[in-house]
């Protein structure tokens, strides 16, 4: 029972990996989702303020390929990738020692979030704004007097950039 189980948090830190890419998000973003944070109707994941970094809710867009993620899971306890006892989620070292096993432990999640980015500014730059892929990546404005006239979330237009980046990531 013990191998099962570790083969089944192994699968589940695969796909949180794969949901990190699709989704552009931090790690312990990932790892801490729940169920009641995810609209499947909507394709919408909305990540609270209190698990963000800048302390600001979050709302995700979900493309085709991140809702089939989420529709092939098993949906147990409230945490979408749960760790050992399924109640609680994924550790770190639990996505880490996945990529250690695939022989890539020169690479990180959050290295995830910069090539994102970099497919933002060199592959996507002519379709998307740069502020339409710095709220994918819920980055926080540094000039305080454009971060207090923003209002909106660019979130119809995030839409079509996680699709985009989701057909990028499959091709």
Not at 50 to 65: D, I, Q
Request: aromatic share 8%.
């Amino acid at each position: 029972a013990g191998d099962r189980r570790f083969h089944e948090i192994a699968q589940g830190a695969a796909r949180a990996i794969e949901f990190a890419i699709l989704t552009a998000c931090r790690s312990g973003e990932v790892r801490g989702a729940t169920w009641a944070e995810i609209d499947l109707a909507a394709r919408l994941w909305t990540i609270p303020a209190e698990r963000m970094k800048a302390g600001k809710e979050h709302r995700v867009p979900l493309s085709t390929r991140a809702m089939a993620l989420l529709q092939s899971l098993e949906r147990g306890d409230d945490v979408v990738f749960p760790g050992r006892d399924k109640a609680t989620p994924l550790s770190d070292m639990s996505l880490t020692a996945v990529l250690r096993r695939m022989g890539r432990g020169d690479i990180t999640v959050h290295g995830f979030r910069s090539s994102f980015r970099d497919w933002c500014s060199e592959e996507a730059g002519n379709t998307f704004s740069r502020e339409v892929c710095e709220h994918a990546l819920a980055h926080s404005l540094p000039d305080k007097v454009e971060a207090a006239y923003r209002r909106g979330d660019l979130l119809e237009k995030r839409i079509l950039l996680m699709q985009a980046w989701s057909a990028y990531c499959a091709a």
